[in-house]
């Protein structure tokens, strides 16, 4: 059954705002009980809720092949998407964590090009993203100080940045027309007893006072960020194509750098802003093709 336009439009407004306040909600649940516990918790509350809902809404969880291979491609991103920016957010910025998955629709442009074979470039998107990219390289370059710990920090968010795409590409790919709780429910069934071992392993040991911004943290990062913004996720994905989806990332850096200034005292210079403008034109002429030229939209048969 087709989903009407309309309520892929607002899941895409949902998530866009959930995504903008993860950030930050990312890196005060690591101070204090340490990330690995962070995102541990946050997808076990995840795990639970879901399994709660499908059991209420009896969401079919089938065990064929090609569903675990949708569960495997979904728990995968899950999984190392992020742990690796929940480790990255110690060292930089939370707005910034949004900024550099703003690279998300390039790498996963290029990985659906070359998988999915999806023919969805023209001279006319390609323009809309290389400046989507040229805005987040400028925030880059002006507030982004590259010594120190913050080398880790990027390294690993562009790091899931890779992850994420390349998930959500192979869930592209072996989507056997699954529904999207089905996929979120099965992704976190693979990923969060990862989580859970990785945390035994790595510290096991129970924190014995949590901060009230870290417990508040994780408790939204598992009911809204998980329950509600993974199923979302999926639900748009099944219905746009990958790099459709990831236009998500040309609009959340804006609001996560404004939410990261205001609620966390980060810093946010003239080019920040100047940048996030150049982003959200990138958009505009990716979508809306009728913004450029007529000339320059020709593209190549």
């Known amino acids: ?9 607002t899941g895409f407004l949902i998530i866009i705002l959930i995504w903008s306040t993860t950030p930050l909600a990312i890196k005060w649940s690591g101070e204090g009980p340490g990330f690995i516990f962070g995102v541990s918790a ?4 995840g795990l639970v809720l879901l ?3 499908a059991f209420i809404k009896k969401v079919p969880l089938p065990i064929h092949k090609q569903a675990l291979l949708t569960y495997f491609a979904a728990g995968f991103g899950i999984y190392g998407a992020m742990l690796s920016v929940y480790w990255g957010a110690q060292f930089i910025q939370s707005g910034f964590i949004s900024v550099l998955f703003g690279l998300t629709p390039f790498m ?3 990985l659906a090009y070359f998988i999915l074979q999806e023919k969805a470039w023209s001279v006319s998107k390609l323009i809309g993203l290389l400046m989507g990219i040229i805005g987040l390289l400028f925030i880059f370059w002006q507030s982004i100080d590259f010594g120190g710990d913050a080398v880790y920090g990027i390294a690993a968010v562009l790091l899931s940045v890779f992850i994420h795409a390349l998930s959500a590409v192979a869930v592209k790919r072996v989507h056997g027309d699954l529904p999207s709780a089905t996929v979120t429910t099965g992704g976190m069934l693979f990923a969060t ?5 990785t945390w035994l392993i790595v510290d096991g040991e129970f924190p014995q006072a949590i901060p009230d911004h870290a417990f508040w943290s994780i408790i939204y990062l598992g009911v809204i960020a998980t329950t509600i913004g993974f199923n979302l996720y ?4 099944k219905h746009m194509q990958a790099n459709q989806v990831a236009l998500l990332t040309l609009v959340t850096p804006v ?3 404004w939410i990261g200034q205001i609620f966390n005292n980060e810093e946010l210079v003239w080019g920040a802003w100047l940048g996030s403008a150049m982003i959200l034109m990138g958009m505009s002429v990716y979508q809306w093709s009728y913004l450029l030229p007529r000339v320059w939209l020709r593209d190549k048969k």
Do not use: E, G, N
Not at 42 to 45: A, D, G, K, L, N
């Open 1 to 9: 059954m087709k989903a009407h336009p309309y309520r892929i439009f």
């Open 42 to 45: 946050r997808m076990t509350i």
């Open 51 to 53: 399994l709660l809902i």
């Open 108 to 110: 996963t442009s290029l």
């Open 193 to 197: 007893p990862t989580y859970l071992l």
């Open 234 to 237: 999926f639900y748009v994905l």
């Open 255 to 257: 609001l996560a750098l």
